[in-house]
């Protein structure tokens, strides 16, 4: 795992630097982990979600390495501060589904009900997807920290642990900052 790490960090350096054939060695490499963590956050989603996890690991990469590969210059000093990027792009995606689905050309406002199962209908979870990325912006204005680490359990599911070694801030801190951001999070979401 440590050499798949620092190969992913070489790589890393060479997309920064600007070498074409860096991207396409990047992606067999955290296509899995990608794969997987798209996989998590998409079973957290309301039946009837059309976004498949396979297409937000694709959507997700080609936002990351295409920005790259245009000139937008991004840093990536190490795996843990790409995954974070990853996190980021998987959140936005997933968000600007939810606002086309919630816009009226989509069908807003109505839902969508499936005859065979019509006393088992769900709410949509796009709603509370809007409310959950308005609230984390809002977070994002008073705590940035808070809201990153957020970022990295909700929508890219990593673990606390993990999430603590890719912001460079210890497990302990991270468990604290997780529990006021929920609260927090919780908190604006019900318009406490």
């Keep these: 795992m440590l050499v798949r ?3 992913a960090t070489r790589i890393l350096n060479a997309i920064e630097a600007g070498d074409p054939a860096a991207a396409a060695q990047l992606l067999p490499l955290v296509y899995d982990e990608l ?3 798209a996989k998590q956050k998409m ?4 039946p009837g979600q059309t976004l498949q996890a396979t297409a937000l690991v694709h959507e997700a990469y080609l936002r990351l390495v295409g920005n790259e590969q245009r000139g937008a210059s991004r840093a990536w000093n190490s795996r843990g501060h790409f995954f974070a990027a990853a996190a980021e792009a998987m959140r936005r995606i ?3 589904n ?8 989509h069908g807003g406002g109505r839902d969508r009900v499936d005859m065979a199962e019509a006393d ?3 709410p949509a979870a796009s709603d509370d997807l809007l409310a959950l990325d308005e609230a984390l912006t809002q977070l994002a204005e008073t705590d940035a920290q808070a809201a990153e680490l957020v970022k990295l359990r909700y929508f890219a599911g990593l673990s606390s642990k993990q999430a603590a070694t890719a912001l460079g801030i210890s497990s302990r801190t991270a468990d604290r900052t997780w529990a006021y951001a929920r609260a927090w999070l919780l908190k604006k979401m019900l318009g406490c």
Aim: proline share 0%; aromatic share 4%.
């Design 94 to 96: 997933m968000v600007d």
């Design 5 to 7: 790490m620092s190969e």
């Design 43 to 46: 079973a957290m989603e309301a």
């Design 35 to 37: 794969r997987r963590l």
């Design 120 to 122: 088992l209908a769900a």
């Design 98 to 105: 939810a606002r086309r689905k919630a816009s009226f050309k």
